[in-house]
């Protein structure tokens, strides 16, 4: 395949008088997983520069102060509380379903940080967003926008994922139930029901889940998710860690073609396209032609050499194989 690189708590009164704490985005707010790139944008989902893309069910605190208070419908005003149920938000009263999928369109996402209240709107729901996977598995994907300003312009709805802010409505982002991600070391951080992921087009987050690989998916050959390993090995060849410490070599827009052992993904490399690396859970287990940089200068980062990929035992572990994709030929000069 080719591609592109790149429950909560009841609250049973509605809240009154809400409004959007502006706060700086942290350091370390970062899910796209690409902090060495020279032109990336932060991808992670935010509402007025509040990060939110990790919430847990029961109420704690995110990395960011961001709480989750529940789901307030769009008639009557009433809160319920927040779930994720095979791969679609719900809004539950106990047991009891209320609503799911694309009824919560017009729903309000309600949470808090530092007592301040954060509303955001659901705007958009796709329950076939586009796959990664060779049979064409698709995602549940939402628009989930927010009132700010874009440009120091006020703006009645933002998208929460920040390159797709001027689209709205536009379903963008994903749920990932049951784990987190270490921004850092771009690995699984919690394997945990208690914690959703949300996850923008575009990272490496929603990209794995597109592949196949999270808590939510049941993995092909298998009856139960992709493990931790296999996971790591994803974000590891997604965000070219060639060197596995967190450190990425790409760059958004930087094309490669992609395959995984088990063969739930394949690809069909032109007949120049040189292989570029082979991936395990802690990065490149060979590596010949980096997609964005050099491998002087990858193995000057990572201070030890890489085998070359020739030589390769594909009868040990590994997860991923990829191929730098070149860009075709110039047409022949006209006569």
């Not at 769009?74 to 999928?101: L, P």
Request: aromatic share 10%; glycine share 10%; with cysteine.
């Amino acid at each position: 395949m080719s591609l592109f690189n790149v429950g909560f708590r009841f609250v049973p009164l509605a809240l009154v008088g809400l409004s959007v704490a502006c706060t700086a985005l942290p350091d370390d707010a970062d899910l796209e997983f690409r902090t060495t790139c020279t032109a990336c944008t932060f991808n992670s989902p935010d509402v007025d520069d509040a990060p939110i893309p990790e919430l847990a069910f029961d109420g704690q605190e995110n990395f960011a102060g961001v709480s989750l208070i529940g789901l307030r419908e769009n008639v009557g005003g009433r809160i319920f509380e927040f779930d994720v149920y095979n791969d679609e938000m719900i809004a539950r009263y106990g047991k009891t379903i209320v609503e799911s999928g694309g009824g919560l369109v017009g729903w309000q996402l309600l949470m808090e940080r530092d007592g301040q209240p954060l509303i955001a709107r659901i705007t958009g729901y796709d329950a076939a967003a586009e796959g990664l996977t060779d049979d064409g598995q698709p995602l549940t994907a939402y628009a989930i926008a927010y009132d700010g300003l874009i440009g120091g312009v006020p703006a009645y709805a933002i998208n929460v994922c920040p390159e797709f802010a001027a689209t709205a409505s536009e379903p963008v982002l994903t749920i990932i139930r049951s784990q987190t991600y270490d921004r850092e070391e771009k690995r699984v951080d919690l394997i945990d029901p208690n914690w959703v992921t949300f996850a923008c087009k575009g990272e490496a987050a929603y990209k794995a889940k597109a592949l196949g690989y999270s808590e939510s998916r049941i993995f092909p050959g298998s009856s139960g998710p992709a493990t931790r390993a296999q996971q790591d090995a994803t974000l590891k060849m997604i965000t070219a860690d060639y060197c596995g410490t967190g450190h990425s070599f790409t760059e958004q827009g930087t094309e490669l073609h992609w395959e995984n052992r088990v063969g739930s993904v394949t690809a069909t490399p032109g007949p120049m396209d040189p292989i570029e690396a082979v991936w395990g859970p802690d990065g490149a287990l060979c590596l010949d032609e980096p997609r964005y940089t050099t491998k002087l200068l990858v193995e000057a980062e990572c201070g030890h050499t890489f085998p070359s990929c020739a030589g390769f035992d594909y009868s040990g572990p590994w997860e991923w194989k990829t191929w730098k994709k070149l860009p075709p030929p110039p047409p022949p000069p006209q006569p």
